[in-house]
């Protein structure tokens, strides 16, 4: 039963997570999102009881090394997610500081694991070895707090980005902050286990042959599937539900800006647009420099789409700023302001064929 649930929700997050960042590598796209697919898979894939027997088989306890790793590699890839989301922006410090800290852990865990003497063939488990291989303890103490930190940070990030999001967008980071309580779930049960192994005589680590097999089970094996089944439906509802909304959005702005492009073609920028988004934040981008170079000040939609309309094509004005200077902040608010402009722009254009 386990090993069929790791192997299959393995290879589909696996594949999943391998679509979505040559997506990213192909179009230059942020990477967290498949970073994070890639690497849960991965981890569920090499945790499986039956591939830990085949890892074994090549140097004792592999299979848990390289799972290890590969949840590591994920934590960094949520975090990177939810910036991503938030639309963060860090600085080039904190992004150097997250990667270092990323490859430092995963770092110390190659060596702490190849310096342990005696480890067990077959499933890795370790909780004998705390109390008695400081190289172990090292070990498991550096991949629970980058892990704890990572989801942390994680979740700060989604906390302070969710007030102003809306949409599909609101509804993933909703859906992410649950992923991360289900990790958190995971990273105090880890440290229940670590703490019981050395305060007590009961050093054994559970193995679990099914997901209700115990408090301890839930929470370390339970609580981080459904923590990864969570995150793929956070990426469904911020990637798919963006992209929709990003559709409807450029369907509703099309008209004012096919308008505004064609009075002042100066404004038109060689943004790369690749990407639904991309073309959605050319469209805002030439329609805000624009309604500057024709001179219309702010007002209420009516009256910004009949200076348009009253507009003479070909004008040469060109917005303030160098050219390809303007960029939206917030597409989704730029998006929120021009949308009725745009359609009280459609609905003149509309009245004036009639």
């Known amino acids: 039963?386990?090993?069929?649930?790791?192997?299959?929700?393995?290879?589909?997050?696996?594949?999943?997570?391998?679509?979505?960042?040559?997506?990213?590598?192909?179009?230059?796209?942020?990477?967290?999102?498949?970073?994070?697919?890639?690497?849960?898979?991965?981890?569920?894939?090499?945790l499986a009881p039956l591939v830990q027997q085949l890892e074994s088989q090549l140097y004792p306890s592999l299979g848990r090394l390289v799972s290890n790793l590969f949840t590591l590699t994920a934590a960094y890839g949520?975090?990177?997610?939810?910036?991503?989301?938030?639309?963060?922006?860090?600085?080039?410090?904190?992004?150097?500081?997250?990667?270092?800290?990323?490859?430092?852990?995963?770092?110390?865990?190659?060596?702490?694991?190849?310096?342990?003497?005696?480890?067990?063939?077959?499933?890795?488990?370790?909780?004998?070895?705390?109390?008695?291989?400081?190289?172990?303890?090292?070990?498991?103490?550096?991949?629970?707090?980058?892990?704890?930190?990572?989801?942390?940070?994680?979740?700060?990030?989604?906390?302070?980005?969710?007030?102003?999001?809306?949409?599909?967008?609101?509804?993933?980071?909703?859906?992410?902050?649950?992923?991360?309580?289900?990790?958190?779930?995971?990273?105090?049960?880890?440290?229940?286990?670590?703490?019981?192994?050395?305060?007590?005589?009961?050093?054994?680590?559970?193995?679990?042959?099914?997901l209700l097999d115990g408090p301890a089970c839930l929470a370390t094996v339970t609580a981080p599937i459904l923590a990864v089944f969570t995150g793929v439906l956070a990426l469904v509802l911020s990637t798919a539900g963006l992209n929709l909304a990003a559709r409807r959005a450029i369907r509703d702005l099309t008209p004012l800006h096919q308008a505004i492009v064609e009075r002042v073609p100066t404004v038109r920028r060689d943004l790369r647009a690749t990407t639904t988004r991309d073309r959605l934040v050319r469209a805002v981008v030439e329609i805000d420099d624009g309604l500057l170079a024709l001179g219309i000040s702010p007002g209420p939609p009516e009256h910004i789409a009949q200076a348009v309309r009253r507009a003479q094509p070909g004008t040469t004005g060109h917005p303030t700023g160098p050219a390809g200077a303007s960029q939206p902040g917030d597409v989704w608010s730029e998006v929120e302001q021009l949308r009725p402009i745009a359609r009280a722009y459609t609905r003149l254009h509309r009245e004036a064929r009639v």
């Open 78 to 210: 949520l975090l990177v997610t939810a910036s991503d989301l938030a639309a963060e922006q860090p600085s080039h410090t904190r992004r150097c500081a997250r990667f270092l800290s990323w490859l430092a852990a995963e770092t110390v865990l190659v060596v702490c694991f190849f310096a342990t003497p005696d480890l067990p063939q077959g499933l890795g488990l370790f909780g004998h070895l705390y109390r008695t291989e400081p190289t172990m303890l090292a070990y498991i103490a550096t991949f629970t707090v980058y892990f704890t930190v990572a989801v942390a940070d994680a979740t700060r990030v989604t906390v302070a980005a969710l007030p102003p999001a809306r949409g599909p967008l609101r509804k993933g980071m909703v859906t992410l902050l649950v992923a991360c309580g289900l990790f958190a779930v995971y990273v105090i049960g880890k440290t229940a286990l670590i703490v019981n192994s050395l305060v007590t005589t009961d050093t054994a680590e559970p193995f679990c042959r099914h």
């Open 1 to 46: 039963m386990i090993d069929l649930l790791f192997l299959t929700v393995g290879a589909a997050t696996l594949l999943l997570g391998a679509a979505r960042l040559l997506q990213a590598l192909r179009h230059g796209r942020p990477r967290g999102v498949g970073i994070a697919g890639v690497a849960f898979g991965g981890a569920l894939l090499t």
